[in-house]
């Protein structure tokens, strides 16, 4: 195993986290900084990851560091201490060869033989935290570690019976993870709804809660109950958005009907004072001028005052 | 004077019929002026400021009778008469009708004071529940917000008025959560050509850059400037650009949004303070504002940075952000009846209108009692 990570006797500092230690941009001019992580855990900023490796590995830029990276190796950190984002990647390595389970040692034991079993799972679990240890610090005792790894992976079937036990159990959980998600999204979205909606929609919604509650023991029937509860209740919202939104432009009428200002007016007078350089800079729109000029000459057209006096 | 009618209490005095205290011989405008007085009763003190008291009142001539702000105006010390604000306020406001500005109900004199009779907004001010932290609100109650923002500013641009002092606590929330541009005691009509406005208004942290630089010759872009500034304060919950000095402020604009150059801005250099900038880069580009303003999605980072442009030319008008397409993309705007609201905005209303600002670390620096020259 060839991405083994390293031995260190110092990983980054940890403390800055706001500014990329190679082309020094920080957080402050650049707020979606983000920082990658190779396999010798040396923190980059991920514009310098792109144009560094993307020609291909190259070396990491700390000094004193000589591992070759490539790109696609580059994530980012789960951990805020890149310590222990080192050691969750040595445990998950070792842990994918050291994969016996409880049942492996004591299966069809009884008594005294099971009490002895339970030891030997015990001296197990020393010895995978010997070789967590072993190849967290480094060196000599790594190359030990190595080499018990290499001895654990020759039980190439046992490793992979127990490997698809933990796959077909994660399933499972996840399969029970996911329907209890999608009940307590349901719940949440209806009672937003409820808070939302008012008087008789309102109880209506309670009670098509508790139906979908009641039957929901059954997965399929779930989800079933629940895409035709969610799409009515999304309707519902829609239609209520509509009558609660309102649009800017609501009785903002174009300019007047009574004249259009072309954008290019020129009056001679004007002329040389709009191109002097202090009123371009400054924002000043001659066009309103006369757009005003005409507004006010106009205004008042139109207004009757006997048709209102009527009113 | 009008001391003939006017010796008693404003508070006692009922529903009645103003004729006898009217004398016969008193002129017409006088006359009009106690009936007009007659109709509100003041109440209690909500607030005081540098050049007004504000009080809340009721128009009686309502039943019930419906709540008012009364906005009395205090003499200056010096007797120079009127201040510029108040003699501004008045004369802005009697022009702008508009649901999105806050309306003049009537002006009266008493015992040679002057009050202005104000809508009653009860809901505080945008600043108010930006601070407010256990108060969330949502893109879609952003977008109501500034649409209402924009359209009260959209009719003022419209009708030539510059209102010259946009920030969040000028945007005052009614009771039924629509939004009004207030105070517009800075505020002045578009300059002729050749006019010069002064540069000395807005508050300084939403103070365009051509005001920074100098600019006697500007348009309504200083106030989109304002306007696009509290859009960005509105998302993140945080002034955008905090400056402490004219200088400093300018900075903040080159660090955060690119120095200001002939190139991205002709002219600007011709400006009468004009420092070429030491700090920021090129102005920047779309994928700046999209990621800073994420939330609002790609058409409102858009419309931020439209608003945020730093040649005045280049920035979106009024009417054109009105027009703009986040206002029509999903998710479209909160009704104002359904906006989050703030209890108890009360009092600060009484300060919003009373300008209780001396007190307000926001506004130090903003010159509008140092600088009316060629203002009005």
């Known amino acids: 195993m060839s991405n083994m990570p390293p031995p260190q006797d110092k990983i980054a500092p940890e403390d800055d986290n706001d500014t990329c230690p190679v082309c020094k941009s920080t957080r402050y001019l650049n707020p979606t900084l983000s920082f990658l992580i190779n396999n010798c855990y040396h923190r980059l900023c991920s514009s310098c990851v792109s144009r560094r490796f993307t020609l291909g590995p190259a070396p990491c830029p700390y000094p004193n560091c000589t591992l070759i990276l490539r790109k696609n190796k580059f994530r980012r950190q789960t951990f805020a201490s890149l310590e222990t984002e080192r050691e969750v990647d040595v445990r998950r390595r070792v842990a994918r060869v050291f994969n016996k389970r409880t049942e492996n040692f004591v299966l069809g034991m009884e008594g005294e033989e099971r009490d002895e079993a339970m030891r030997r799972r015990r001296d197990y679990e020393e010895r995978i935290e010997k070789v967590v240890f072993a190849l967290l610090k480094g060196g000599e005792e790594a190359q030990w570690a190595e080499r018990e790894l290499e001895e654990e992976a020759r039980d190439e079937s046992g490793i992979r019976e127990n490997e698809e036990r933990a796959r077909i159990e994660g399933a499972k959980a996840k399969n029970r993870g996911e ?56 309707r519902e919202f829609e239609r209520k958005r509509a009558e609660k939104e309102w649009d800017v432009l609501e009785g903002f009428q174009e300019q007047s009907r009574w004249f259009v200002v072309r954008k290019e007016v020129e009056v001679s007078w004007l002329e040389a004072w709009r191109k002097e350089a202090a009123t371009v800079g400054g924002g000043y729109e001659v066009g309103e001028y006369f757009q005003r000029g005409l507004w006010e000459a106009f205004s008042g057209l139109g207004v009757c005052v006997e048709e209102e006096k009527g009113e | 004077m009008a001391s003939n009618g006017s010796s008693r209490q404003l508070s006692n005095v009922q529903i009645q019929d103003p004729s006898d205290e009217e004398d016969s011989e008193m002129e017409v405008t006088e006359r009009m002026n106690i009936r007009t007085r007659n109709k509100f009763v003041r109440g209690k003190k909500l607030g005081e400021g540098t050049y007004a008291i504000v009080y809340l ?221 030491t700090e920021g880069g090129p102005e920047q580009g779309m994928d700046f504002f999209v990621g800073m303003f994420a939330s609002v999605g790609v058409e409102g980072a858009e419309l931020v940075r439209g608003m945020l442009r730093l040649d005045p030319k280049k920035r979106v008008t009024a009417e054109e952000a009105l027009r703009h397409k986040w206002f029509q993309v999903e998710p479209r705007a909160t009704h104002p009846s359904r906006l989050p609201r703030k209890e108890g905005g009360e009092e600060k209303v009484g300060r919003d209108l009373g300008r209780g600002w001396e007190e307000d670390e926001r506004v130090r620096g903003v010159g509008r009692r140092l600088d009316f020259g060629g203002a009005l």
Request: aromatic fraction near 6%; glycine fraction near 8%; hydrophobic fraction near 40%.
């Open chain 1, 179 to 234: 329907v209890e998600k999608l009940k307590s999204q349901l719940n949440r979205e209806l009672a937003e709804a409820e808070v939302r909606l008012e008087g008789e929609e309102k109880a209506e919604l309670k009670k098509g809660r508790v139906q979908v509650l009641v039957g929901s023991r059954d997965e399929g029937e779930a989800k079933r109950v629940w895409e035709r509860e969610r799409k009515r209740i999304v």
């Open chain 2, 57 to 277: 009142g009721h128009d009686t001539s309502t039943t019930p009778p419906t709540p008012v702000a009364i906005k009395k105006i205090k003499l200056a010390p010096t007797s120079e008469g009127l201040s510029m604000d108040a003699i501004r306020e008045v004369k802005y406001l009697r022009e702008l009708h508009h649901p999105n500005i806050i309306s003049l109900l009537s002006i009266y004199a008493h015992n040679s004071n002057l009050s202005l009779v104000l809508e009653f907004l009860p809901g505080g001010d945008l600043e108010l529940l930006m601070k407010d932290q256990s108060l969330t609100y949502s893109t879609a109650d952003i977008k109501s917000w500034m649409g209402m923002a924009i359209r009260g500013l959209a009719w003022c641009h419209r009708h030539f008025v510059l209102h010259r002092d946009i920030k969040p606590n000028n945007l005052l929330l009614a009771a039924d959560g629509v939004l009004k541009l207030g105070d517009f005691g800075l505020a002045r009509s578009f300059a002729d050509p050749m006019r010069v406005m002064t540069n000395k208004v807005i508050t300084l942290w939403y103070r365009p850059p051509e005001l920074l630089y100098g600019a006697r010759f500007y348009s309504g872009a200083v106030d989109v400037w304002s306007l696009g500034t509290v859009f960005a304060e509105l998302i993140l919950r945080t002034p955008l650009l905090p400056g402490q000095s004219d200088l400093g402020q300018l900075s903040l604009i080159a660090k955060a949004l690119g120095a200001p150059s002939e190139r991205n801005w002709p002219g600007v250099s011709a400006l009468p303070d004009w420092v070429p900038p």
